[in-house]
């Protein structure tokens, strides 16, 4: 009703979704928590809510994404079989896209047994093709947008177009030299930013 084309429900980056499903922030013993499959049930139960909301209001095609985060540092936590449970569960709706938060596209998982391939490689052949995957994580450069197009449907480009808003455009109309590729760090204090952006940037990037 607000005039958006679709909704993404941010189930990554210790969000309220991420946090239903991990074992380190859900110590609940109720039906929200307990094992794996029940941790998802917060999970399943929104995405339900998503879809029937659309179903009863939407008067045009609506997308319907999904984010998570492949795995997280503590102990216990989300663990990267876990999310390939995760994406069995995602696979029964008829999301439009999952995008995997990363913030290096070729990052490997920590668990043991999924070593051989980038964490975007496994999760892109366990969708199978039945969900579109959206790759992101340092994606700066065509080289990079050709990478992450060998494991994944699509490609997000965020930190970037923080420091190269036209970097799009540029891509599109071969203008690669044209791009900025000078570390994120290098370029906080010298870009024409505005607050608050500007303090963030400098936090975000400090050494």
């Known amino acids: ?8 429900l941010h189930g990554a980056n ?5 946090q239903f499903f991990s074992p380190h922030s859900n110590r609940r013993t109720d039906k929200w928590g307990g094992d794996r499959t029940q941790r998802a049930t917060f999970i399943r139960r929104v995405i339900q809510r998503t879809f029937a909301t659309v ?3 939407a008067d045009r095609p609506f997308i ?12 216990p936590g989300i663990r990267f079989d876990d999310t390939l ?5 995602l696979q029964e709706f008829l999301l439009d896209y999952i995008q995997v938060s ?4 070729d990052r490997v998982a920590r668990e043991n047994g999924y070593q051989d391939k980038s964490m975007m490689a496994y999760m892109y052949e366990a969708l199978n093709g039945q969900i579109p995957l959206v790759g992101v994580g340092g994606v700066r450069t065509r080289q990079d947008v050709a990478n992450v197009l060998q494991e994944a449907d699509l490609v997000a480009v965020g930190q970037q177009l923080l420091f190269d808003p036209k970097w799009a455009v540029k891509l599109a109309l071969h ?4 791009m900025v590729t000078a570390d994120f760090g290098s370029l906080v204090m010298t870009g024409d930013f505005t607050l608050p952006l500007r303090d963030f940037l400098a936090r975000r990037y400090s050494k």
């Open 1 to 8: 009703m607000a005039g958006f084309d679709g909704v993404e």
């Open 14 to 18: 210790t969000y309220l979704l991420q």
């Open 55 to 57: 179903k009863e209001t």
């Open 64 to 75: 319907v994404g999904y984010r998570l985060s492949p795995e997280e540092f503590e102990t």
């Open 85 to 89: 449970y995760l994406l069995t569960q």
């Open 102 to 105: 990363l913030g290096n596209y």
């Open 175 to 178: 203008q690669d030299k044209q």
